[in-house]
């Protein structure tokens, strides 16, 4: 409990990527990306359990088999109604606030995320993210939000773009929903670079990145990150190409 409020993290994860499918179980540093990706939240102080929201789809069989025999909490929804598919990993868990991850940004810790629930409530509004305006290396967003919030949210829209992307609806209606942003620290301020797993591409930089803090895998930071990649130029390039989708491309 933080501030008397249940705070529940939720990972969107699925193998049926249209770009890279089975992603979330590529190893980084010999480990399943899924899997590293909790352990470095785990290190959150005021998380009180991360639920992960994969799909019915019997592909995703593969991801539950995985938290199952890793104790990670895992809740099975709509492949393509992913805002319901959130809604009912964070009412499973009894949350108040839910802070919405997703399965392709490994290197999101326990530390930034408590930087982002600090942030929420150190305002009254609906909804805080680090991704409102870009600061930080493309796949390091954090997104907090009420469960209410987006429990409103659901009985508001059925429009597909809403439903593919959990918290869309919030951030573009700044009219109804108040909105706070967050910005990174000047040695984590890098948009140019991509942190995220989309493609083989950014799988090669992250690899490199992994590789190079492996005895640390769990713990190191966005800024470590981002000195190493500026330092290393010839693997910061490797992803330059890659495209990141808007909202509407799905």
Sequence with gaps: MYKGQKIIAT????????????????????????????????HSRYLDDIVVATTVDKADDAIVKLCEASRITVFRGSELDVLSRVLGAARSAQADIIVEITGDCPLVSGELIDRGIAEFFKKT????SNDLEASFPVGLSVQVFPLKVLAQVDSLTNDPIDRAHVSYYIYTHPETFALSKWMAHDDERAPDLRLTLDEEADYKVLSAVFDRFK??????TVAEAVAYLRERKDIAILNKQVRQKDANEG
């Design 11 to 42: 990972i969107e994860a699925r193998m049926k990527s249209t770009r890279l499918p089975g992603k979330v179980l590529l190893p980084l540093a010999g480990i399943p990306t899924l899997l590293l990706l909790v352990r470095r939240m785990r």
């Design 125 to 128: 509004v609906a909804y805080a």
């Design 215 to 220: 005895a640390s895998a769990e713990s190191f």
